[in-house]
């Protein structure tokens, strides 16, 4: 055993997708507390050379490597200065390792159900930044989390809003009120939408973060899977999640109480106040974030979401109330109508309509277990792929 995992003041932090937007400004908030954090593991898909650098820098326990021929490569040149393991088993192993503290999951999409369950099984605290595997997987990653006894802190930032707002306040609870930015293209027309080229989409007007949920929030779909992560995160009815656009990006979420209060988190949009909240709860450390300068600020306006332009929240609270395997086939399809739009073989406003189309061919399964969440999720992939390549979209 490395001897510096062993100062019980120090928490080991394992990053899954250490290569990605959460997981290296999670690195940056490492860095800035080095008497507090240690990371102690990594993990990612393919980014080998970026992955060795920070094997350089951190000295891990071990890493792992989801892509078999990048998993090669990193063995041979990382040699013998960290384990390397491989695919989603050798993730999975990471996060069990008995030195590790808290597990940050910040892989994109559904194949952080299998990490996050790892480990819960494990007795881990999770930072949970994987918003997917909450959408896809939600009632058993929950139920699971409840029967081990293990915390799950959210990362997302409207989620660590509502989770900061609630701290001492949860029997209190009336409504979760849920911020957007409304994202780049909140006041195009329906024509200006179908004419979004990627780069366009690529760009987001107050956040930066990795391509497939800046897509998502492009399309407001981001929006629709955290009205499904909020209701397993805290456990709350969809009727009782609303969503305004807050287009400055500087109130994070709300939470109405039942004696008419509003309890607002307010701050920069920067992803590094709730990833070190995450990690330090219920504690605070200093952040790496600049402040708030309220005389910058001319106004805050709030707005509904308009639903015939951005149909993606309206299907997300439509498949998280038919629950079950719905919620599944929503987050699958979309995750492939976002990569079919990044390769240029769909148009950005096709995107809704092959997520309502692939749940429209779905036969619902309630209660299901986790073979049959992933059964659903693999046929909505596969149906999803071939309106795409059968240009049914
Ligand atoms: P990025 O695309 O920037 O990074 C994704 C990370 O996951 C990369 O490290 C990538 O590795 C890794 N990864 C992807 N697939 C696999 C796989 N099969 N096995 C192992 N690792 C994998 O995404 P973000 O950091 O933007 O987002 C991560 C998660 O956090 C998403 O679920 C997102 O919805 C959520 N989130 C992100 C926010 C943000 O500001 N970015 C805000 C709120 C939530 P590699 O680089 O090798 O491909
Ligand atoms: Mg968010």
């Known amino acids: 055993m490395k001897e510096h995992i062993e100062n019980k003041n120090i928490t080991n932090i394992v990053i899954l997708g250490s290569t990605g937007s959460i997981g290296k400004q999670a690195l940056e908030v490492a860095d800035k507390h080095p008497e507090r954090f240690r990371v102690i593991a990594i993990a990612a898909r393919d980014e080998v050379s970026l ?47 008995p030195e590790v503290d808290t597990v940050l999951v910040a892989v994109s999409g ?56 609630l701290q001492g306040e949860t029997s209190y609870l009336k409504k979760i009120w849920l911020t957007a930015s409304g994202g780049p293209f909140r006041d195009f027309t329906s024509d200006e939408l179908a004419r979004v080229t990627v780069d ?54 709300m939470v109405e109480l039942v004696d008419g209060s509003f309890l607002a988190h307010m701050g920069v949009a920067d992803m590094r106040i709730p990833i070190q909240y995450a990690l330090t709860w219920p504690g605070r450390l200093e952040s790496p974030a600049r402040s708030l300068d309220f005389t910058s600020l001319t106004a805050i306006h709030f707005e509904q979401v308009d639903d015939s332009r951005f149909p993606g929240l309206s299907l997300a609270y439509e498949a998280g109330r038919a629950g079950g395997t719905m919620p599944t086939v929503l987050n699958a399809a979309n995750e492939i109508a976002v990569k079919s739009f990044l390769n240029g073989k769909i148009k950005f406003t096709d995107i809704p309509g092959l997520v309502e189309k692939t749940m429209s061919k779905h036969s619902l399964i309630l209660n299901p277990n986790l073979e049959t969440i992933f059964e659903a999720d693999n046929w909505a992939r596969e149906i999803c792929q071939a309106m795409v390549k059968g240009g049914k979209v």
């Not at 000295?59 to 041979?76: G, K, S, T």
């Not at 559904?110 to 939600?138: D, Q, S």
């Not at 909020?230 to 009727?239: E, I, P, R, S």
């Open 110 to 165: 559904a194949i952080g159900i299998k990490p996050t369950l790892a480990a819960i099984r494990a007795h881990k605290r999770i930072a949970l930044a994987n918003k997917e595997t909450l959408v896809a997987a939600g009632d058993i990653v929950m139920r699971s989390a409840r029967e081990e006894n293990v915390d799950i802190i959210p990362v997302d930032s409207e989620h660590s809003a509502v989770f900061q707002c």
């Open 200 to 253: 366009m989409a690529l760009q987001h007007p107050n956040w930066s973060m990795g391509p497939k949920i800046t897509i998502d929030s492009a399309s407001l779909m981001n929006k629709g899977l955290e009205v499904i992560e909020a209701h397993h995160l805290f456990n709350v009815d969809y009727d009782r999640i609303k969503v305004l656009i807050q287009r400055e990006s500087i109130i994070h979420s």
């Open 51 to 97: 992955l060795q650098e920070q094997v350089q820098k951190y000295n891990p326990l071990a890493v792992a490597v989801f892509d078999p021929d990048a998993y090669l490569q990193l063995r041979e040149k990382t040699g013998d200065q960290c384990r390397v393991l491989a695919g989603i088993d050798g993730i999975c192993e990471l996060t069990s390792f």
